[in-house]
């Protein structure tokens, strides 16, 4: 498991308030494919004969996929996308409800033959949630289990059904992540708590009433669950290297079986529930007989642990697969195990289909091996098999003597593809381009103003490529990245995301003046959110104004909520509800947002499938502010302070200026030279007016020559005059393309001021 930090601050920490951060995923053109690894898969079988199958894989990705299974082939039929982190295990309760728990500490429930409608948002764990388990023959109880220690069953009838609300808004407030309302008075109908019993917790109930049985017990991570088919007995697994068992219907504790010694990784429950299968870090698969409460077999198959495991319905065989990348199937009656296929990803999950087993890895593709699971004695009688011992260093001593049993097949019977996962990156010092590397060694450019690969190098070196797009250029970090989701994903945290400018012209654009800048992070916030704004505007009917104002309700309560903490830009000009073409996403494959507004937590959804109703409790207000109202906070270190004195040796030795000048940091330094020809031409360093020359002095001060965006005073026009003169710092003559951060950071290298020296040169 990976940790990751939250989307917001919501600590009643003494420090200041963070507030609630906005990230995008950038998304690969094939969005029918997973680009992390899978986690967990699952089979949902068709009731008519000549009906399709249906396989549900979630992924590290944070999307579940439903796939419709045909002969040999596999088809995306629906991407459910709401998760913000990881998607760890996934079950089917019923027929048409699909349950997913994740990294994000939620579970949540999905119909699972809609286009993607989340039911419910589930919260009530503290820490990752990592399994769950259902009842086959009773689809109102699950279980799910997490890195806190915490075990909870819940009534799927009272956990979702809301009273207070129609169907649809329930869908709509869950998609965001939003608990629906109002279930108190409703009865459970198929948990019964008992307060006697010491084994009970009782957590803080959900906004809609309903709080799950909490099993108390464990006080380590909980790894492994399972049920069997009525739903009245429950077992657990994590690091505490026990198996506990429990009565699902009170929450109450019945045993605890001892005998692994490592985490437990997987388990299984025969139907009746008599029998229970655990497979461990120890590397050892154990049958425990629960009427006897002991372990009847130990089977030493794997030479590290296992972590997945499978059974055919009669519980006569067991698959297993693990961290050593194999897969194995084990006669639990004669102990005798077959090698079935080795791969070079740890294996994470099974499912068996029919004749078929389903193998979930590290890797984003999904591989379907033949199994024989109606009759596995087919595999056996090819020969190859092997007696498992009952001391897990006897398979581990049998592997390093190179007796390592031969895979029956060599290559899957059909594999369904995912892309290669991003797992490594470097933000340029551009700060719109990010190259990446995935898991096929394929290094790409993004461009993540526009979330598009600009190039594809192919399979080169990551490293002598970044060293290649080197540039001698200096902007504010706006943002920060990361590929823990397979893809790149770009976190924007106000204010610092303001930090960033750009001039118009060094990104193409046309009919603007020389010196129009534009803020990075406006910029593309307006890209992201302009179809949540065109959905809103047709909502509300109104006709918006060439400057993008909309008359709407809401709109007010930003407004006079943000006016407070946020600085009212008087450049309108730069602050256009058009979107700039450099910040214009993909409609093809757009971006996913991943925030959260003033209630409910983190959501996810494609900026596409923004409907335009959504407001500051879904959307952080500062967000909203930038995108509505215009406005953006005040920004910081947005200047930059320096000297300009004569170079020594000059020929002109007259000072220009006496005091410290102040211009914008993105301040090219041909606009220097301009007002050092200008100044030498038109003032003739005459002792008369401003003695500091056309800076003014200080960076409190303004400017004075120079207006806030770097231009003349009027009436001095700027003038395409024949360079005759060059800035030097450091003894190093400037380009004049070079803007003033990039001098200081890596010509000057030090925390003083500036200091630039002019000097004429001889015309050519």
């Known amino acids: 498991m990976h940790r990751v930090g939250s989307a917001g601050n919501t600590s009643n920490s003494s420090r200041p308030r963070r507030e609630k951060r906005l990230t995008y995923v950038l998304n690969d053109a094939n969005d029918n494919k997973h680009c992390a690894g899978v986690n967990c898969l699952s089979v949902l079988r068709s009731p008519a004969t000549d009906g399709y199958d249906y396989l549900f894989t979630g992924s590290r990705d944070g999307t579940v996929k439903r796939w419709v299974l045909a002969e040999d082939a596999a088809t995306c039929s629906a991407t459910f996308e709401s998760h913000v982190d990881w998607v760890n295990d996934i079950v089917l309760a019923g027929s048409d409800t699909l349950v997913s728990c994740s990294s994000d500490t939620t579970l949540k429930a999905w119909k699972s033959s809609s286009d993607g409608i989340c039911i419910k948002t589930l919260r009530q764990h503290s820490d990752y949630v990592t399994c769950l388990a259902a009842a086959d023959k ?80 464990h006080k380590e991570s909980v790894y492994a669950l399972a049920m069997n088919d009525s739903g009245t007995l429950l077992v657990s697994g994590g690091t505490e290297k026990v198996v506990r068992v429990w009565d699902p219907r009170s929450g109450s504790k019945t045993m605890k079986l001892r005998g692994h010694t490592d985490n437990i990784r997987a388990l299984l429950l025969d139907s009746s529930g008599r029998y229970c299968l655990s497979g461990s870090s120890d590397s050892m698969i154990r049958l425990w007989d629960l009427s006897q409460q002991r372990c009847v077999h130990s089977y030493a198959v794997h030479t590290d642990s296992v972590w997945a495991l499978a059974s055919t319905p009669s519980f006569s065989h067991v698959y297993s697969g693990g961290r050593d990348l194999s897969l194995y199937v084990t006669d639990l009656s004669t102990r005798e195990s077959l090698l079935l296929c080795t791969k070079e990803h740890p294996i994470l999950q099974l499912a068996l289909h029919d004749d078929s087993v389903w193998v979930a890895t590290t890797d984003s593709s999904v591989h379907r091996w033949p199994a024989e699971g109606r009759n596995p004695q087919k595999i056996f009688q090819r020969g190859g098999s092997f007696l498992a011992g009952n001391l897990s260093f006897s398979r581990a ?106 001039y118009s012209i060094d990104l193409g654009t046309i009919g603007v003046t020389e010196d129009h800048k534009i803020n990075l992070a406006e910029e593309t916030l307006k890209g992201l959110l302009a179809p949540w704004l065109a959905k809103r505007r047709l909502k509300s009917g109104s006709q918006a104004s060439a400057n993008g104002d909309v008359s709407v309700g809401k709109d007010s309560s930003v407004r006079s909520y943000s006016h407070q903490r946020a600085e009212v830009d008087d450049n309108t000009e730069s602050h256009s509800s058009m979107v700039h073409p450099a910040f214009e996403f993909s409609s093809v494959s757009p971006p996913s947002i991943i925030t959260e507004g003033s209630h409910g937590g983190p959501w996810r959804k494609k900026i596409t499938d923004l409907d335009g109703t959504e407001d500051e409790k879904d959307i952080p207000w500062w967000c909203l502010d930038c995108v509505l109202n215009k406005r953006i906070p005040a920004k910081d270190n947005t200047k930059c302070s320096f000297y300009l004195h004569p170079s020594e040796g000059s020929t002109v030795q007259f000072p220009l200026t006496q005091g410290k000048l102040s211009a914008p940091r993105i301040l090219r330094i041909h606009k220097v030279i301009n007002y050092v020809i200008e100044k030498m031409v038109l003032d003739k360093a005459s002792d008369s007016g401003n003695s500091d020359g056309t800076f003014s002095p200080g960076l409190a001060g303004g400017l004075s020559q120079f207006s806030g965006d770097g231009a003349f005073l009027s009436g001095l026009k700027p003038r395409k005059l024949k360079p005759s003169i060059e800035i030097l710092c450091n003894n190093q003559v400037l380009s004049p393309d070079m803007s003033l951060a990039t001098v200081r950071a890596y010509i000057w290298k030090k925390s003083d001021d500036l200091v630039l020296n002019y000097r004429v040169v001889q015309s050519r």
């Not at 059904?161 to 998609?175: G, H, I, L, T, Y």
């Not at 409703?186 to 009970?200: A, D, E, V």
């Not at 970044?466 to 504010?476: A, I, N, Q, R």
């Open 138 to 217: 009773n689809s109102n109880i699950i279980a799910s289990g997490g890195l806190g220690g915490e075990v909870f069953i819940w009534d799927l009838e009272a956990a979702l059904v809301s009273p207070s609300k129609s169907n649809d808004a329930m869908e709509d407030d869950s998609s965001n992540g939003v608990i629906g309302s109002g279930n108190s008075g409703m009865p459970i109908t198929g948990l019964r708590t008992n307060s006697s019993s010491s084994s009970l917790s009782v957590h803080p109930p959900q906004t809609n009433g309903y709080t799950p049985v909490a099993a108390k017990g």
């Open 397 to 502: 001593r049998a592997s390093l003597e190179g007796s390592t049993p031969v895979p029956v097949y060599k290559d899957p019977a059909f594999t369904i593809h995912g892309t290669p996962a991003i797992v490594q990156h470097e933000i340029l010092n551009n700060r719109r381009q990010v190259l990446t590397k995935d898991t096929a060694d394929s290094v790409q450019l993004w461009d993540i103003t526009k979330g598009v690969v600009v190039e594809d190098y192919g399979k080169v070196s990551f490293e002598e490529k970044k060293e290649e797009l080197f540039e001698m250029v200096s902007f504010p970090a706006w943002f920060t990245a990361d590929s823990r989701l397979g893809s790149l994903s770009v976190h924007l945290d106000t204010p610092q995301c303001f930090s960033a400018e750009m």
